[in-house]
């Protein structure tokens, strides 16, 4: 059995936690290939106007599965993967979204992920998928706890640091330590972030530069916690809560210079979040940009806006270096 | 303490009463407008939804007038309205403008929070006279749904239009003059009577037309270019999936009152083509679509704000509902570049397809009656 799976949003996010439950019960995945013009634009075509970059490029993901011969496209519909939080609307009606609009899909195959009010409901789903594929709950279980594992170690490596390609397939490898001038706290979600194509390769440019990049991955749950604490009212989106409590622990840390947040146009949570973000910034003086990208986004515009922020950077901290001591 | 409120349509009319009850003082910013948007659009985040902009604008309107409170229902998510006050109150103290923030909702889901908080916004009243200043409140939300379903009723079918117009701004007057339930009662009987006593056209079946989407641009006339009056003056019954009332008993009273037209029914019509909730209103969007297709209504808008999460997900959708139950549907996003002229050129257009398309299926009809068998 050939099961496709779309590299696009929960991609991402929870891709080895998928590819672990299936490979133990037996299953092929096929995953579409990385981002590309081609696919990037028929997506754009597929997709309603009005709607985010990554749905518009998802589409396109979704599209490439028809040719690839699978017996059933994989739609999860993650409504929750943490208490008290919910990710995307546009998530939580992704299946329904995505059947009304390419009608000559291979099945779907999906199951409801909410563990909003009790973690348990991860093997719930799971078992749910693995029943619809004809399984034992013997081997569902061996499957969910490859799964559950698998998906551990790759939040792991994140938090170490790795690159998410190489974290993505369970490996890790030894990081490059020198010591660089420049250290910038790139923020967003991770389906723009470690697109390549999406997100113009923000992140390799910016290492280009010679400044290391850290992202929202590499903050340690305990601390986003500590940050989301303080906040009056609590933060209902997970990666949001996430992104915001991770740009509150940069904007602490000093060995951090500036922040950088990919946005895309016409996400509803980064709308809220950036603003507090850009606010938290101002008050203590940290330097922040916001790029929203969308379809038509250029890739020079974006270089020119990058090497001007990088600069400023690198100003700001040669400046403080250079203090005179006598005032 | 001065508390205030943002706007949304009619809705300051039971909040007004509510703190006329029990005495409290307030400060109901000036009616949305233009300026209003501007002023919002200014200050907010750019990609933030059209309803925030102009809460935005509502609140710094309020705070020159003294306000320095400001009332807000709430949400756990995932519709970014749940975070609204918090944000909007931020943006607002770096405006140097510094209003406490008291949110009617349940924290984690807590009653005696939420009772705590409506403490807070009523200072000492003793409950029973919160009660009474709820149920009178809500009264008053119910008579002005019926309200405006009398001058859906009547904008089309009246002669001269504008004279309903003056019938509705009438009943406004009196409905938020109105002191005690018998008062309330009375507004709606005599709204009920005068547009009996319109000139109505001859042997008119107008079209009817339902109205779903996202709650603020469905119910604030400024936010949407006034669609329903628009609607009415081409000669289009229309009704629309959520009234004040239905809004008011599932954020603030949790379901417990029967609100007018009741739509818990929306979420289990909506099923078929969207089969869980999205946060906000955008299954309760499927939903209302459906149940107008199935009253046989001639054609179904969709009112959203650009970049609305829950309704781009039932724009997506709704044309599959479109499709399986044969109802045109047509949807109009509105953000603050809109223009009216332009809404007014697809409204017509869009009458136009289903006028047609209504006498198309009368003449088939007939030609098999008359020449079939």
């Known amino acids: ?327 | 303490m001065k508390i205030t409120f943002p706007h949304m349509g009619n809705i300051w009319i039971p909040v007004k009463a509510l703190f006329d009850y029990l005495d409290i003082e307030f400060v109901l910013p000036p009616q949305n407008s233009k300026r209003t948007l501007s002023l919002g659009t200014q200050h907010s985040p750019e990609g933030a939804c059209l309803p925030f902009k102009l809460n935005i604008g509502n609140l710094i309107d309020a705070a020159a007038q003294g306000a320095d409170t400001m009332l807000m229902t709430g949400g756990v998510g995932p519709c970014r309205f749940g975070y609204y006050g918090d944000l909007e109150r931020d943006i607002l103290a770096d405006l140097g403008i510094n209003l406490k923030l008291i949110t009617l909702e349940p924290p984690d889901g807590s009653l005696t929070g939420l009772a705590r908080r409506i403490k807070l916004a009523a200072g000492d009243k003793p409950w029973p006279r919160i009660i009474g200043a709820v149920k009178f409140a809500y009264g008053k939300a119910l008579a002005m749904d019926r309200i405006e379903d009398i001058i859906h009723w009547a904008r089309p079918r009246a002669l001269n239009p504008r004279l309903a117009e003056e019938i509705y701004r009438q009943a406004q007057t009196e409905l938020d003059q109105a002191r005690d339930a018998k008062g309330v009662d009375r507004v709606v009987r005599d709204t009920r009577s005068r547009v009996r006593g319109l000139a109505l056209k001859q042997d008119y079946e107008p079209l009817r037309v339902g109205i779903v989407g996202e709650i603020y641009t469905l119910l604030d006339p400024f936010s949407c270019h006034d669609i329903e009056r628009h609607l009415g003056h081409l000669g289009v019954h229309v009704d629309r999936s959520i009234y004040i009332s239905g809004w008011i008993n599932e954020h603030v009273f949790q379901g417990l009152y029967k609100a007018y037209k009741d739509i818990s029914h929306h979420k289990a019509l909506a099923k078929p083509f969207l089969n869980h909730t999205v946060g906000g209103h955008g299954q309760e969007t499927i939903g209302g679509a459906v149940d107008f297709a199935r009253h046989g209504f001639d054609g179904v808008i969709h009112l959203l704000p650009l970049t609305c999460m829950p309704e781009i997900v039932a724009a997506s959708i709704l044309p599959q509902v479109s499709k399986s139950l044969q109802i045109p549907v047509m949807t109009l996003y509105v953000d603050e570049q809109a223009g009216e002229a332009g809404l007014l050129t697809r409204l017509e257009a869009f009458i136009d397809l289903i006028d047609r398309e209504k006498r198309m299926n009368r003449r088939i009809s007939d030609e098999q009656t008359v020449l079939g068998g």
């Open chain 1, 1 to 327: 059995m050939r099961i496709g799976v779309p590299r696009g949003l929960l991609f991402f996010y929870y891709y080895p936690l998928w590819e672990a439950f299936f490979r133990t019960l037996g299953v092929e995945l096929v995953v579409s290939a990385p981002t590309s013009r081609p696919l990037f634009n028929r997506g754009v075509v597929l997709a309603s106007d009005e709607t985010c970059l990554p749905v518009k490029v998802f589409f396109g993901h979704i599209e490439s599965l028809r040719e690839k011969q699978v017996d059933y496209v994989f739609l999860p519909r993650m409504v929750s993967m943490e208490k008290r939080t919910y990710l995307c609307p546009k998530l939580l009606g992704f299946p329904e979204v995505v059947t009304s609009v390419i009608t000559d899909l291979p099945p779907v195959l999906t199951a409801n992920f909410n563990l909003r009010k009790n973690p348990k409901e991860l093997d719930k789903a799971l078992h749910e998928l693995g029943k619809q594929l004809g399984y034992n709950a013997r081997r569902i279980q061996q499957a969910v706890e490859a799964a559950r594992e698998a998906q551990a170690r790759f939040e792991d490596l994140l938090l170490g640091g790795q690159e998410f390609d190489l974290a993505v397939k369970g490996r890790s490898a030894e990081r490059n330590t020198a010591e660089v001038a420049l250290r910038i706290g790139v923020l967003g979600h991770a389906y723009m972030l470690y697109d390549r194509f999406t997100s113009l390769d923000i992140k390799g440019k910016l290492s280009k530069f010679g400044t290391e990049i850290i992202t929202a991955e590499t903050v340690d749950s305990g601390e986003i916690d500590h940050y989301m604490e303080q906040l009056p009212k609590k933060m209902f989106w997970s990666h949001s809560k996430r992104i915001l409590g991770a740009a509150y622990s940069f904007i602490d840390d000093p060995r951090v210079h500036g922040l950088v947040h990919l946005s895309c146009f016409g996400c509803g949570p980064d709308s809220m979040i950036a603003d507090m973000v850009e606010r938290a910034c101002r008050r203590r003086g940290k330097p922040f940009m916001v790029l929203t990208l969308d379809e038509h986004t250029g890739e020079a515009g974006l270089v020119t806006r990058l090497e001007a922020y990088v600069d400023m950077l690198r100003r700001r901290v040669e400046v403080e270096n250079n203090i005179s001591a006598h005032g």
